[in-house]
């Protein structure tokens, strides 16, 4: 799949087995894993950390708004796509079991790691929370 993509071809263009669908999950895992830097900067770490804390969904939402002007337009593009992408997956939740959590717990490691010098246990379960709004 992987190679496939890389080439500019559909790798999904031929499936006929729907288990196959599960591999473009881990390839865009893989892809985003691979990244010199992630998605999100390691610069907005402590601020994300403070969104994943809000208990208003309101605030939350205002706040993401005023960060997310502040980000390169590409990285805006390629999050919204992706968050797309996860919501869309999470609305056949009842049959793929991936609700926005499962989602959280897939991705949010890939999407914000968590830098080295923080404790990863304490930080985890906020990142989750964190990627669980987006979606």
Not at 25 to 30: E, S, T, Y
Not at 64 to 86: C, K
Request: with cysteine.
């Amino acid at each position: 799949f992987r190679e496939a993509f890389e080439r500019g071809e559909d790798p999904l263009a031929d499936v006929t087995d729907a288990s196959d669908i599960n591999s473009v999950c881990g390839v865009l895992k893989l892809y985003l894993r691979e990244l010199r830097e992630p998605v999100f900067s390691v610069q907005y770490f402590d601020q994300f950390m403070d969104l994943a804390q809000l208990e208003s969904k309101h605030e939350f939402v205002l706040k993401v708004r005023d960060l997310v002007q502040s980000w390169p337009r590409s990285i805006f593009v390629v999050m919204r796509y992706i968050f797309a992408f996860l919501n869309h997956l999470s609305d056949y939740s009842d049959e793929n079991m991936m609700d926005p959590y499962n989602l959280a717990i897939c991705f949010g490691p890939t999407l914000v790691p968590i830098p080295t010098d923080r404790d990863q246990v304490q930080f985890q379960n906020l990142v989750n929370e964190l990627i669980k709004n987006f979606i």
